[in-house]
């Protein structure tokens, strides 16, 4: 067997294969959890293997824990390490660096945790080598295996279906996972867990080359993130992939500064509440590890104490803030910003204004909004929706400063009522880890570029599209116009671009368009049209080109117009002229427009239709 | 560079661009159609009108060179090379045709070429003015920000 060499995203590959599996499992009522660790696989994410072999060890180990896991979690972990030339796993088992982590989140000195942080970073970094083991674990709370049985299950030589998900599976397929595992110049075995834990812990390792160049991880391109909207007809909120590549997170991930510095990131606070205990472990964890304060609540009452704690301490710290903070801060800040800091100052304690000047603002050009609150809530953690809701708003209400929530839903079940949350709320539809996690991070202003929430309160900054049900007559193009709701049009014209912007404009009016490229064509289609639809008119209006081949506009209109004789009817035809000269005062068109099209030129056309009627 | 600074200078080179004449009004009516359900509308119209532009400047070439030179289908391809450049706003490629048309109809061959020539010349321009109008808006929004709104009065 020879190994194929690609180029792929290690940590897009996760959080890829994760994805996959999460459904399947959630039916079972199992939750998979993707864990980042120490954010290792992020940093050394460009990597250099063979991924197909590499995606059916991790498939056929997931579906074992699918199939022999019937509640609780499947947890996925993965992180880097420096190779060792034996190609046995290393008995860097999750407790040393549990350990490292652990003192991260313990209450100690800033300088030990720095030093904790940076040797576990070094251990990693050392000499920046160009391969690395990348160790993986999936971990179940499933039936579990007897301890006599460890070594013998890997001597099931059984073929496994490739990358099947629901795999009717005869045996558990690990002898082949060894060979592939030992190929990649690693070895897997199964791990002790917890007494008193139950399932099983698979760890394996594989060794990968890394890449040249930067970790570009763009988590924006996976998209994922949805917006609420106040007014809507639609289930669900907008979806903004591009925008969100609009606002301000950053292609070149400035997590890995936090990674290299330390971090010291306190004004923000994230409020946690998920429903899966596993999930919250994994999240609070990760987030501690950057440095960022995190509340983890369990149930409704909690939610609501917390949040009414954090209300008490910002009103209890207004007052004139430090001159330092405030002249720290950044100036890409509203106005509407500064004047929070000036007049409330810093409501958390634990700030000084030397905060403002660590390295890790300065390296992401950060606008601070002091004791911004980031609320992520499971719709499916509480009582009901409508309650958790309620909690969050009056709790907005009474904020004085910057809060935002993430709402996380079902994909197939949904509970949140997307037009009553906010519309800068986002609702988070697939599971809350991998670049999910990682963008609603990058949204606290210590990671984004001077306020990514105030770009996000105005997505689009080119014009939004138009709005289903508001019918509004106006000649402006730059209100919202839906005025060609529901009626359909033929586009008549040689030339493809003028096809494209016609029937673009004409869709962003609520029309249904059709195109064709010549007369005949269009003599062809209102035939059809007439023969197929009488009394109903084919189109309600044609938009003729008068120069095309085959047969051009004039020849076109006066064989519709013959057609139609027939029938008793008259379809309006707008002839697009390119110049405005004597040839407008055409048989059989009842208007022109110039040429290219124009909103306003069309949107008077049909006023002029309307108005004879 | 960050984000403001590359907005700006989209900005001054938009305005550029206008003043020049490269770019007309109907640039922007593209810009206006473009939104969160056709986030790449723009980009999209641009690469067509390049597509098309190339098919037809060959189509061109090939029929002035011609032994004996067919007039109506010169006319018929400069029309079309009109119309689409009119459709994005590319102005002065737009008037090198209106003036390639009248010497079609005049059937001076000699000017044909040389209108030909000018038409080149001025797509030449347009692509890469866009070409660097549509790096620098790839740039700001990679690095997190948003494309400006410029009204055109």
Redesign the interface.
């Given at each position: 067997m020879e190994l194929k060499e690609e180029e792929f995203d290690l940590s897009h590959f996760l959080e890829e294969v994760v994805d996959i599996y999460y459904l399947v499992a959630m039916e079972k009522g199992v939750e998979l959890v993707l864990d980042p660790c120490n954010g290792s696989v992020i940093k050394y994410s460009r990597v250099k293997g063979d991924r197909g072999r590499l995606k059916q060890v991790l498939c056929n180990l997931l579906n074992n824990a699918v199939k022999f896991t019937n509640e609780g979690h499947i947890a996925v972990r993965a992180w880097a390490q420096k190779p060792t030339l034996s190609s046995s796993i290393i008995k860097t088992n999750q407790h040393s660096f549990m350990k490292h982590l652990s003192h991260l989140f313990l209450k100690k000195k800033n300088e030990a945790y720095e030093e904790d942080v940076e040797k576990t970073m070094n251990t990693i970094q050392q000499d920046h080598p160009r391969s690395m083991d990348f160790v993986f674990e999936v971990d179940d709370t499933g039936k579990g295996i007897p301890k006599e049985n460890y070594k013998s299950v890997f001597e099931n030589y059984v073929q496994v279906k490739e990358t099947d998900p629901v795999q009717e599976g005869t045996g558990l397929g690990l002898g082949i996972v060894q060979s592939l595992v030992r190929l990649m110049h690693g070895d897997i075995e199964i791990v002790d867990k917890n007494i008193g834990e139950k399932g099983t812990c698979f760890r394996f390792n594989v060794q990968l080359s890394l890449c040249e160049g930067e970790t570009v991880t763009?988590f924006s391109a996976r998209g994922g993130l949805e917006y609420g909207t106040s007014s809507r007809n639609q289930a669900q909120g907008?979806?903004?992939?591009?925008?969100i590549?609009?606002?301000?997170?950053?292609?070149m991930s400035p997590m890995l500064h936090i990674f290299n510095s330390s971090p010291r990131l306190e004004s923000s606070r994230v409020v946690l509440f998920i429903g899966n205990k596993e999930r919250r472990k994994t999240c609070k964890r990760f987030m501690k590890s950057l440095g960022i304060k995190v509340k983890v609540v369990n149930s409704r009452e909690d939610l609501f104490d917390t949040l009414e704690g954090i209300k008490q301490k910002g009103h209890r710290s207004s007052g004139p803030s430090s001159p330092e903070s405030s002249s720290n801060l950044s100036s890409?800040h509203s106005a509407s910003h500064n004047s929070f800091s000036r007049t409330r100052g810093v409501p958390l304690s634990s700030m000084d204004g030397n905060e403002y000047t660590s390295p890790v603002f300065k390296k992401t050009?950060v606008g601070t909004v002091p004791g911004f609150v980031l609320i992520v809530i499971d719709a499916n953690a509480g009582p009901s929706f409508p309650k958790l809701f309620g909690i969050v708003s009056n709790f907005k209400k009474g904020f004085s400063n910057h809060c935002n929530i993430v709402w996380l839903d079902n994909p197939h079940l949904h509970r949140i009522d997307s037009k009553i949350i906010d519309q800068n709320d986002i609702v988070i539809l697939k599971p809350f880890h991998g670049s999910r996690l990682f963008q609603v991070i990058m949204l606290l202003p210590e990671y984004?570029?001077g306020s990514?929430w105030q770009?996000i309160k105005k997505?689009?900054?080119?014009?939004?599209?138009v709005r289903r049900g508001e019918i509004q007559e106006c000649g402006d193009?730059s209100c919202y116009n839906n005025s060609l709701h529901s009626k359909k049009f033929l586009v008549v014209d040689?030339?493809?671009?003028?096809r494209?912007?016609a029937t673009?404009?004409l869709v962003?009016l609520g029309a249904t368009v059709e195109q064709c490229e010549n007369g005949e064509e269009a003599v062809r289609l209102v035939d059809e049209g007439l023969k197929r639809d009488y009394p109903n008119l084919p189109y309600d209006y044609i938009l003729m080109d008068c120069?095309m081949?085959v047969m051009n506009g004039f020849e076109a209109t006066k064989q519709i117009r013959e057609m139609e004789k027939s029938y008793g009817v008259h379809i309006p035809i707008i002839a697009l002229t390119?110049d405005v000269d004597s040839s407008t005062a055409v048989t059989g068109m009842d208007f022109h427009i110039e040429?290219?099209?124009?909103?306003e030129h069309l949107l008077e056309a049909v006023r002029y239709f309307n108005s004879k009627e | 560079m960050?984000?403001?600074q590359m907005q700006r200078q989209w900005m001054g080179y938009m305005k550029s661009l206008f003043m020049e004449g490269f770019l007309d009004g109907?640039f922007l009516?593209?810009?206006?159609?473009?939104?969160?359900?056709?986030?790449?509308?723009v980009v999209?119209?641009v690469s067509?009108?390049f597509e098309?532009s190339e098919r037809i400047l060959k189509d061109l070439s090939f029929a002035v060179d011609q032994q004996s030179v067919d007039f109506k289908k010169i006319d018929?391809h400069v029309?079309?090379f009109?119309?689409?450049s009119?459709?994005?706003g590319a102005q002065r490629v737009k008037n090198a045709c209106i003036a390639f048309r009248n010497f079609c109809e005049e059937q001076n061959i000699d000017a044909c070429r040389s209108c030909l020539q000018q038409v080149k010349q001025e797509y030449i321009h347009v692509k890469n003015k866009l070409e660097t109008l549509l790096r620098l808006e790839q740039q700001i929004?990679?690095?997190?920000?948003?494309?400006?709104?410029m009204e055109w009065n």
């Open positions: 763009d907008r979806t903004i992939h591009s925008t590549s609009n606002s301000n997170i950053c292609s890409s050009n984004s570029n990514s770009s997505p689009h900054v080119r014009k939004s599209p193009s040689d030339t493809k671009i003028l494209m912007l673009n404009i962003s120069q081949p390119a040429k290219p099209l124009r909103k | 960050e984000v403001g109907q009516q593209l810009q206006q159609l473009q939104d969160e359900n056709n986030p790449e509308f999209e119209v067509l009108f098309d018929a029309h079309q009109k119309g689409s009119a459709s994005i929004v990679a690095a997190g920000g948003s494309i400006p709104m």
